[in-house]
């Protein structure tokens, strides 16, 4: 692991870092806060997963969660959302799709199979390296993300529900599988056999049995991307068939953007501290 920056923040240090990723066969960068208490003992870690075109820095520059995590003795790892570097394949023109776009799957179809498994980097190989690295409490996780990342954040949630006390959501696409601008990235990425998306769709995970206690869902009701690729209320009924509490709450007037999560961090970074152990 590679240092890239530090800088003082809130008594705590806000710090950029670079490591070798064999899982993703390239050099990936994460963002981690670490709170004043951490000079003393290991605290709990809350995991944020960004959404398309990000990297970590969009929510480390505008997500405003510093203040707070200081004040609750939180640490927020804030990962990349896709591989990076020349030799990873990619679509220039193509927002939703490649560079910045990796949907927090394992990729099995060529040239993509490579470099984009993301999932396996969030799940396995960046964790290991945080705790060797940084001085978290591995059994006080939780997980959370916006739009892309909060689609990460639920199905890596409903896939691990042993390692997470807690899950929220900005936005999230819940239903990938029919979603406009997820669907395409799932056929490079995963095939045409829509069977083998299942694995990465939260609907589609809560019908095949999958299970997690709550989740906590912020929706802006004037975000443009809402009916064709968020599709809330398709989770709140899975949720309710499911037996699954979904708090779901439409922010009215809220859109798409930083200015929408930053206004609803504080409500997200309390939720997690009470499930995970202020």
Not at 36 to 54: D, E, F, M
Request: with cysteine.
């Amino acid at each position: 692991m590679k240092t890239i920056s530090t800088e003082n923040s809130h008594g705590g240090t806000q710090g950029v870092y670079v490591n070798r990723s064999d899982v993703c066969d390239c050099d990936m960068t994460f963002a981690v806060f670490l709170p004043p208490q951490a000079k003393g003992r290991k605290l709990p870690v809350l995991w944020y997963l960004s959404g398309l075109t990000c990297t970590h820095a969009n929510v480390m520059e505008k997500g405003e969660y510093r203040r707070l995590a200081a004040e609750l003795g939180i640490i927020i790892v804030c990962p990349d959302t896709s591989p990076r570097g020349d030799a990873v394949p990619d679509e220039p023109d193509n927002w939703q799709f490649g560079k910045g776009a990796g949907f927090y799957v394992d990729a099995t179809e060529p040239p993509f199979a490579q470099n984009y498994r993301m999932y396996s980097y969030i799940v396995d190989e960046l964790p290991k390296l945080i705790e060797a690295e940084f001085p978290v409490d591995m059994t006080r996780q939780g997980i959370f993300g916006h739009s892309m990342g909060g689609h990460g954040a639920i199905t890596i949630a409903l896939k691990n529900p042993e390692r997470f006390g807690s899950c929220s959501a900005f936005a999230p696409i819940s239903h990938p599988s029919v979603s406009g601008w997820s669907k395409p990235a799932f056929q490079k990425y995963l095939g045409s056999d829509e069977k083998n998306w299942r694995a990465y769709d939260a609907c589609s995970l809560i019908e095949d049995g999958h299970r997690f206690p709550e989740f906590l869902v912020d929706q802006g009701t004037a975000d443009s991307f809402l009916e064709d690729g968020l599709r809330p209320e398709e989770l709140r009924q899975a949720c309710e068939t499911a037996g699954i509490s979904l708090r779901l709450r439409m922010q009215e007037g809220y859109g798409h953007s930083y200015f929408f999560i930053s206004t609803f961090m504080e409500d997200h970074l309390r939720w997690h501290a009470r499930r995970l152990g202020e």
